[in-house]
């Protein structure tokens, strides 16, 4: 089964891919950034004036510390005929509606290739948010000039979100919120960093770029990289990234899973707490349905498809539907599921909510 989704694969230095995928998603951009602007005055109080002067800044701190990811970026806004600031709002726009979202989505799951099936690493999750957005994402496909290539999951104008690279390098991922969070000067935004990561060829500078990136925003990194057949085995690691700091979970028993709130004793205030919801209990559903399904043996994609299809705490479940009492701004579902096999350099995705659809399958490589 095909992807459910349209792929835009494009090729070249950072500007070219940049400049072609903007061409391409031109009407989904123009549409993402008139629902964001929306989004960013109803939720933040945040006019278009204002929305552009965060993004000028988002720009300068972006350049300074990811330049090649700016210069993608920029090429963007170019190829799309869209206002430069505004697509860097668009990428900051979890750090400029900081606090308002109430109960952010997202289950991740991490396996050891040593307790898979295929002896490969797999790193999952759902991708839950406003159902509008469904209609405004694509998957990036990407070759740079030197051949380094990145598939991930994205919305319209943004560069990144859960994918994987042909190093065997793969992230997943799940908002936080801490009282740190919030726009500043010098900040990088939540989506550039995802990016950057992503553009890393070894697990340890994917950490060096989680660590040392300048950030207004809380957010978790599950990371994973495949081994070497014949030499060394896979890893994962999952971190938690606060504005100034950041706590490190591995897996115990071969995995790790991970839900929206914060796990390790770092020293601030978890939003969670303020907001209660589902990700107090999700995780540890997760991990506990996925070890008592494994019992015995080792896991494979089957396993993780059917965690993410689970419902118990319906509708706030892993596998999330809208609840029609919530607020508007405040529905939320899965947009769409997520599986990653590092080892074959393998994304796989399925329309959400996953219980009613299937998950299809593409390989890194660009024709």
């Known amino acids: 089964m095909t992807l459910p989704i349209s792929v835009i694969s494009v090729s070249g230095t950072p500007a070219e891919c940049g400049a072609a995928y903007g061409a391409a998603a031109a009407p989904l951009i123009a549409a993402n950034v008139r629902l964001y602007l929306r989004r960013f005055h109803d939720q933040a109080g945040l006019d278009a004036t204002a929305v552009r002067a965060a993004g000028a800044e988002f720009r300068r701190a972006s350049t300074a510390v990811h330049p090649r990811v700016a210069a993608m970026l920029d090429a963007v806004a170019e190829g799309a005929g869209a206002g430069v600031e505004e697509l860097y709002a668009l990428n900051g726009r979890t750090e400029l509606i900081y606090g308002q979202r109430r109960d952010g989505g997202c289950t991740s799951i991490g396996v050891l290739d040593t307790h898979t099936t295929s002896g490969n690493t797999l790193l999952g999750q759902n991708w839950d948010w406003h159902p509008a957005q469904r209609e405004a994402m694509i998957v990036l496909q990407t ?9 991930t999951l994205a919305e319209a104008g943004m560069l990144a979100k859960a994918g994987l690279n042909s190093a065997g390098l793969g992230v997943c991922l799940n908002m936080l919120g801490s009282d740190r969070d919030g726009p500043g000067e010098g900040v990088v935004p939540y989506h550039v960093l995802l990016r950057a990561v992503l553009e890393a060829d070894h697990l340890g500078g994917a950490l060096r770029v989680a660590a040392r990136t300048p950030r207004g925003a809380s ?3 599950l990371l994973g ?15 938690e990234v606060v504005p100034g700091d950041l706590g490190v979970l591995h897996p115990v028993d071969g995995f790790i899973t991970h839900a929206n709130h914060i796990e390790t004793p770092l020293p601030v205030h978890d939003r969670q707490r303020d907001f209660g919801g589902a990700s107090f209990f999700r995780g540890a559903r997760a991990r506990r349905l996925l070890s008592d399904r494994i019992a015995g043996r080792k896991a494979d994609e089957d396993d993780l498809e059917a965690v993410f299809r689970d419902h118990g705490g319906y509708p706030m479940a892993i596998c999330r539907h809208v609840d029609e009492r919530d607020e508007p701004l405040e529905q939320a579902e899965t947009v769409y599921s ?6 074959e350099r393998r994304f796989g995705l399925a329309e959400g909510p996953p219980c009613g659809n299937k998950y299809g399958f593409t390989r890194l490589g660009i024709s």
């Not at 070759?143 to 598939?151: P, Q, S």
């Not at 997520?338 to 080892?343: G, I």
């Open 143 to 151: 070759r740079d000039e030197r051949g380094f290539e990145v598939i």
């Open 219 to 221: 957010l978790n990194l």
């Open 225 to 239: 990289q495949a081994g070497e057949a014949g030499r060394y085995g896979g890893e994962v690691i999952d971190v």
């Open 338 to 343: 997520v599986l990653l096999d590092l080892d």
